[in-house]
């Protein structure tokens, strides 16, 4: 029962569980009430996103396609990752992968060029069992 890491808003796959939304804010123009009718998420879990600082840091290196900055925004969102709540988060979901099905999302279009690529990474390391990602 693998967990999945998703595009948020994106159809959801057979069996995929509870979604979770590892977003900053909600999505602009929905109502609450129909955020898990649209599949954007059933949970907002905004502890597993960067800060705001640090999303300001994806998107400049988003827009630049500057490696070394996107690097620099991998290594500022893996330190804030690090602290006591969000590790504790992750070893969690790493822990659940193991006996329920669930997803793991973010809005960006290109997982390669978003923060959950880096969530991939530490649900892995933490011996998750993570969806290969879609080629």
Not at 35 to 54: C, G, H, K, M, R
């Amino acid at each position: 029962m693998p967990i999945r890491i998703v595009r948020l808003g994106s159809d959801r796959a057979q069996g995929e569980g509870l979604r979770v939304g590892t977003v900053r804010r909600p999505p602009r123009g929905v109502p609450k009430s129909e955020f898990a009718s649209q599949n954007w998420y059933d949970v907002w879990y905004p502890n597993l996103a960067p800060s705001v600082e640090t999303m300001k840091m994806a998107q400049a290196a988003q827009a630049s396609g500057v490696a070394s900055e996107w690097n620099a925004f991998g290594r500022k969102f893996k330190s804030e990752m690090a602290e006591a709540d969000a590790s504790r988060s992750l070893d969690l979901l790493a822990a659940l992968s193991h006996q329920t099905s669930f997803s793991v999302g973010c809005y960006c279009e290109n997982e390669a060029r978003c923060h959950r690529s880096f969530l991939r990474e530490l649900l892995a390391e933490r011996g998750a069992d993570i969806v290969p990602e879609a080629k």
